[in-house]
């Protein structure tokens, strides 16, 4: 494989992964402030609980990928750690989308910036030992892997039909 | 990137493929052939009828990905051009059972003896001439978008707790 087509590898994995975000984006965009709070059906997640709970888990990359700290930590309390609860009071929700899009530009960015052996290194959730073992538990994994989450959520957001 | 890079990148790939189905197939399991005819959600697709919608996306991804013919077209009629519609007779239960599980296993045999330069290659949607221009609507592209779609369809299923 010559430089070209590792290149390629690694831009139709972004573009895929951008792909995605930007899907969700046109979702939440597309939703006022109070619509927001519309669960995506009968007794089941808001959509504001999906926003903050991507935003989060997105958010938990930086470290896991090696690329920093954590930028919204207090976001896992209420939107990871514990289930959907309409009685909570939730931070400003333009704090919110303001979070998830700075978050992913962010992440974009950085991952926009690795080198292909980069995409292959060990992430930190794996320890050296296990690593060894399992090289495919890389840093690619988790992007895929969260890719693959957002496509989840997305395909759950998409049963509430404006 | 060395053969051992080029290889990993394509392992964590297919691996990431792979899950997708596993969980998928998992779910399916899961239920007897009365309770596929049971919702996602209030008003929304059956379980039955993402379990035909799968199988016939999948079963196109081999004419699109130069593998071959389909192996079951005529679950379009019932799973990709139409909507849900209960009052429908469906093709027996066993059979979208066993089509689903020898489907993935074929695709998955086929993904699995390609070289690195073989998931760059042109999909057959895209023109030689468009495929100039935009390199990365290659193989990879379809297969990263098809675990995609599968990862949106199993958060719809989720959402129905048995």
Same sequence: chains 1, 2.
Avoid: C
Wanted: net charge neutral; proline share 6%.
């Amino acid at each position: 494989m010559d430089k070209i087509q590792q290149d390629l590898f690694i831009t139709t994995i972004l573009s895929n992964w951008e792909l995605a975000v930007k899907r969700a984006s046109k979702i939440f965009d597309g939703y006022s402030d109070e619509e927001l709070l519309l669960p995506i059906a009968p007794g089941k997640n808001r959509v504001v609980y999906l926003l903050g709970h991507l935003t989060a888990v997105h958010d938990r990359m930086l470290p896991v990928l090696g690329l920093g700290e954590r930028k919204y930590p207090q976001l896992d309390e209420l939107f990871v750690s514990n289930p959907d609860n309409p009685a909570t009071t939730l931070p400003p929700i333009a704090e919110l989308r303001s979070q998830w899009t700075t978050g992913n530009a962010l992440l974009t960015e950085k991952l926009s910036a690795w080198t292909p052996g980069e995409w292959l290194e060990r992430h930190t959730a794996v320890s050296a030992e296990d690593f060894a073992k399992e090289p495919h538990r890389n840093k690619l994994n988790i992007v895929l892997n969260r890719t693959g989450h957002l496509s989840y959520h997305l395909g759950q957001l998409a049963l509430l039909k404006k």
